[in-house]
């Protein structure tokens, strides 16, 4: 049996309030993703574990964002393009812990391929 794949190749053209969009939800899913990582990485010199994507998610929305003002632009974005990244960031946790990559690490602004998360029909 063979098998065919097909790939499509597509351009946007946003416009500059899309852009500034488009920019601000990579940045934050960024942010989410190396804060993630660095909170982790404090829990696993301490205890050999880590901090699930919900506990982390829960954590941020119920403590940190409350009683750090200074963070709120984080809820300027979608909220699935931000738990997107946690699980991202869960996903890396998780394959270090089997064994099946090292430890996660940051990744870089120019050399790295950031995921976002961008829902369709989202008034944000």
Not at 7 to 15: A, D, F, Q, R, V
Not at 20 to 47: M, P, Q, S
Not at 82 to 99: C, D, L, T, W, Y
Request: hydrophobic fraction near 35%; proline fraction near 4%; charge should be positive.
């Amino acid at each position: 049996m063979i098998r065919v794949l097909k790939s499509y190749k597509t351009e946007i053209h946003p416009t500059e309030k899309q852009k500034l969009k488009i920019n601000r939800t990579i940045g934050v899913c960024r942010f989410i993703y190396h804060f993630y990582i660095a909170e982790n990485k404090e829990i696993y010199k301490a205890e050999k574990s880590f901090l699930s994507g919900m506990d982390f998610s829960k954590w941020l929305n119920n403590e940190f964002l409350p009683e750090n003002p200074e963070y709120l632009w984080i809820r300027e974005v979608s909220s699935k393009a931000v738990k997107q990244s946690i699980m991202n960031g869960e996903k890396a946790f998780r394959k270090f812990f089997r064994k099946q990559s090292g430890f996660p690490r940051f990744k870089k602004k120019n050399r790295s391929d950031v995921k976002a998360y961008f829902p369709r029909n989202n008034r944000t």
